[in-house]
């Protein structure tokens, strides 16, 4: 008699109020049928699809509705991609916490130049997530700037440009805030999220603050700034008040400061050295990682590769208006 036979003997002589209770328990543990349904098209959203062979080793579905094919990555970070979501996770991890792109590809065996092209989708699919593009500052916020230099990291300098190329660490050509400089505006809610962006350079006028903020400040909220004349157009932009913190001493001082957004700044500051500099055209894409990273770690950070991990109609090879519209800052 065969082992099987033997338990099946076995559970015949039980009784059938526990026979009940045994078989209860084994439907918990199978998966449910929730489990099998097959995913949405990707393209035109209809659930009516099948199973269509392989594709690279992943699952190819067919949707009845539109005709089209996809796999379960299409129209994410890891379409195209011959990673795994494992790989996908680890490279996040390290964007994330501000590894350097060699130290990712050594770590994980890959070509410097598949984890540049990682890195970017990434950055890609963040800059969509409404964590980072929808953040709203309230309460009390500090809004002010910082400064990078221009950086043509990774092309040769223009001729029209009427200079030689720096060295890392070298210093701008003109005293004070030139035109060299690429300004970072920057908005931090005390206790809560963190807002940066680049639109100019040198300092910015009332129209670009106006463009920068129209859709990022909730009325009420108490802004905290420094002497610019520029910040106060932000009343017309929100229902809220600007307070002018560079001529504020004594105890007032304690509450009307700008601390928190200068710990903001040099938080961009110290991961823009340790990538030895971040091209110009590809600034706002580090501003919204800096922006979404500070302040974040832990199960935050887990629940944010997670959630990268399911940004949609990201596709690093087609959606370059960002990088062109910083190139223009870099002429």
């Not at 990555?73 to 996770?89: E, F, G, L, R, V």
């Not at 680049?198 to 400040?217: F, G, M, Q, V």
């Not at 610019?228 to 017309?236: E, F, H, I, N, Q």
């Not at 990273?293 to 399911?310: D, H, M, P, Q, S």
Request: proline share 3%; charged share 20%.
């Amino acid at each position: 008699m065969t082992d099987r036979e033997k338990l099946f003997n076995s559970l015949k002589k039980l009784p059938d109020e526990t026979i009940s209770k045994l078989l209860d328990a084994v439907a918990q543990l199978l998966p449910g049928e929730e489990d099998y349904l097959l995913p949405a098209c990707p393209y035109c959203g209809s659930t009516d699809v099948i199973r269509y062979g392989h594709k690279c080793g992943k699952q190819r579905f067919s949707c009845k509705t539109c005709g089209r094919t996809f796999v379960t990555t299409t129209h994410t970070i890891m379409s195209q991609s011959h990673s795994p979501a494992d790989i996908w996770q680890k490279v996040i991890s390290d964007t994330i916490h501000g590894h350097s792109i060699q130290y990712t590809a050594v770590r994980l065996d890959l070509n410097h130049q598949t984890v540049f092209n990682m890195r970017h989708k990434i950055l890609l699919a963040l800059q969509q997530l409404p964590e980072v593009e929808a953040v709203l500052l309230g309460e009390v916020s500090e809004l002010d700037e910082t400064f990078v230099l221009e950086s043509y990291k990774g092309k040769s300098l223009p001729e029209t440009l009427g200079r030689k190329a720096r060295k890392h660490g070298a210093r701008a050509q003109k005293r004070g805030i030139s035109d060299e400089y690429i300004c970072i505006c920057t908005g931090i809610q005390r206790g809560g999220s963190a807002y940066a962006l680049s639109a100019n350079r040198a300092k910015p006028d009332a129209e670009e603050l106006t463009e920068l903020y129209k859709e990022h400040i909730a009325q009420g909220t108490l802004v905290l700034c420094d002497g610019l004349k520029s910040y106060r157009v932000l009343p017309t932009v929100a229902e809220c008040t600007v307070k002018d913190c560079s001529g504020i001493s004594g105890a007032k001082k304690c509450f009307y400061h700008l601390n928190t957004v200068n710990g903001f700044h040099s938080y961009i500051k110290q991961r823009y050295h340790f990538y030895r500099g971040v091209a110009t055209k590809y600034l706002n894409r580090y501003t919204a990682l800096f922006a979404s990273a500070y302040r974040k770690a832990g199960a935050l950070v887990e629940l944010l590769i997670n959630t990268l991990l399911g940004v949609s109609n990201t596709n690093y090879y087609h959606s370059n208006r960002a990088v062109k519209e910083m190139s223009l800052l870099a002429i």
